[in-house]
């Protein structure tokens, strides 16, 4: 081989696009409702860069130190990725946001969306915190998303979570279903999921069974 195939070749395995499942870095990816950033931090590992990708979270730093272990050094390390972190961020009004709302990304993904632990779970005005919640969140992200775009919403399956209704919220403000898969953690190396509320913030929850919707556009369907 000689210096010229040499050259091409490296500039081939630069270009290539890297994929971890569902994600990969040719797709401008904005990540809502961060944890930990254990997840975005995933990503970017697979992707070698962060470059495509913008995280948020709705804590401020102060809180992000206070109720998770490893936030703040996930966050560092994304940053020094190319990742822009966004903190301050809430998952309904990000259609207002003075940033994101210039902005149009292939991918919009919500792992496993919650107001809080205000009631009992299976409650009635838990349940319809987090109907309102997800509803919201999807109307603002179908104003971010492109064309092609798909929003993913990683959701436990069973009582009382199917009564959020997910795929009918999305219908109602003009989304399409366009697949729902099984989501395996151990897709995502280095991936933890966090209570996030209360005390007991930085303590993983049970995942059971659960699914990563993905939406997309309803006019994409139908044309």
């Known amino acids: 081989m000689n210096?010229?195939?040499?050259?091409?070749?490296?500039?081939?395995?630069?270009?290539?696009?890297?994929w971890i499942y569902h994600y990969s870095n040719s797709?401008?990816?904005?990540?809502?409702?961060?944890?930990?950033?254990s997840f975005s931090l995933c990503l970017a590992k697979a992707f070698g860069d962060a470059t495509n990708m913008v995280s948020t979270s709705i804590d401020t730093q102060d809180s992000?130190?206070?109720?998770?272990s490893h936030a703040i050094g996930n966050v560092r390390e994304l940053e020094e990725k190319g990742c822009l972190v966004l903190l301050g961020v809430d998952a309904?009004?990000?259609?207002?946001?003075?940033?994101?709302?210039t902005q149009r990304f292939d991918?919009?993904?919500?792992?496993?969306?919650?107001?809080?632990?205000?009631?009992?779970?299976?409650?009635y005005c838990q349940i319809q915190l987090n109907k309102g919640l997800?509803?919201?969140?999807?109307?603002?992200?179908k104003e971010l998303m492109q064309k092609t775009g798909e929003i993913h919403v990683t959701h436990k399956k069973g009582e009382p979570y199917d009564k959020w209704e997910i795929e009918k919220k999305a219908a109602k403000i003009g989304l399409a279903?366009?697949?729902?898969?099984?989501?395996?953690?151990?897709d995502y190396p280095g991936?933890?999921?966090?209570?996030?509320?209360g005390n007991n913030s930085n303590l993983p929850f049970a995942l059971g069974e659960a699914n990563t919707f993905k939406f997309t556009l309803k006019s994409r369907v139908t044309s």
């Open 3 to 18: 210096k010229q195939e040499e050259e091409e070749e490296e500039e081939e395995e630069e270009e290539e696009e890297k």
């Open 27 to 37: 797709q401008r990816i904005l990540l809502v409702g961060e944890g930990d950033f």
């Open 64 to 68: 992000l130190a206070k109720k998770y």
């Open 92 to 101: 309904t009004q990000m259609s207002q946001h003075f940033f994101l709302k």
């Open 107 to 123: 991918r919009i993904v919500y792992n496993f969306p919650h107001v809080g632990f205000l009631h009992r779970e299976d409650s």
């Open 134 to 141: 997800v509803k919201k969140f999807l109307k603002g992200a």
């Open 177 to 186: 279903l366009h697949e729902s898969v099984p989501f395996k953690k151990q």
């Open 191 to 197: 991936y933890a999921n966090k209570r996030a509320h």
